[in-house]
């Protein structure tokens, strides 16, 4: 079989960040003006009073800390709660493609790749900034990349289901080198207004360099050993946004329209779904799950990767064993296995197995095994 290797990856870090106790704060104040101008009705029985957030709930319920945000003013103003993002017109770049040209051009710098050598360019993330044309296809004209590009969604697994996309290209032959791209403004569809969710997302890209191993050139190889997809429909993670929400008759409220979940129905179905996927895939290519040195899980909540490590290795994983990036970027979608590989791989010697594994929204999941060159 032709090998195939990551040989870069790259990381955009945006420079706002936002503790819990900035958004506790704003999102308290909320709470207590809608209490007050809504104190008639809910004296009534007619509407239920808002109920305050805090930041041991927030860490309690998540592990999360802090997040890092396109823009902080806005999203911890009460009267907006939402970040405030200049308009741009049709000949500037995208912000998202600028965070994904941003956190490509590490990627390939770490790779040893330019423009040149690069065939193709994938870009997988949960919510693209217009229809068309392709998000994939404006990074690739910035780079000055001369190929092909497409984008594809499956919310927080895109990141597994583009690599896959992209080792499928290059060992078929119609790609000798893809970069693969996750740029995620996931603070424009998160709801700062909903005390169950509003602390859950960040904003980050990462990217990564997939090659043949023979034109690989940096000393920072993983071959990729092998992937699998797993989806199944559910409900339970949604967002309603659409091109076809100015047709419906009924309008949704803002509110349907932005991330919903049923956190403790996702989190029942979601676990047992990937510990049976990863344990699966290792055992169908002869690993035993007590030998994977690291496991770069998608970056959704601490409990849920705790537990899934737990169900894989058949006892408690150390921070070492699965590392987690909650404490500084929450929850970035489909970039947040790739942050916790950039990050959590230098220490890995030749020979050393790992597990990149993204799941989420679909209900959708994905697995990529690793070996260090």
Known sequence: MTRVV???TGLFTPADSISNDELVDCFNE???RYNREHAAEIEAGELQPLAPSSSEFIFKASGIQSRHVVDKQGIIDPDLMKPQIRTRSNDEPSLLAEMAI?????AMQRAGKSPADVDAVLVGCSNMPRPYPALAVEVQEYLGIDGWAYDLNVACASAAFA??????SVRNGSAGCVLMVNPEICSGHLNFRDRDSHFIFGDAAT?????LADTATSDDQFEVVGTRLKTKFSNNIRNNFGFLNRAETDPRPENDILFVQEGRKVFKEVVPMVADLLTTHLGDLGIEPASVRRFWLHQANLGMNQLISKRVLGREPDENEA???LNEYANTSSAGSVIAFHKYHDDLQAGDVGVLSAFGAGYSAGSVVLRRL
């Open 207 to 211: 990217a990564a360099i997939v090659e």
């Open 102 to 106: 941003d956190a490509a051009r590490e």
């Open 163 to 168: 690599l896959q996309a992209a080792v499928d």
């Open 30 to 32: 909320y709470v207590e």
């Open 323 to 325: 590392p987690v990036i």
């Open 6 to 8: 990551i040989s870069g």
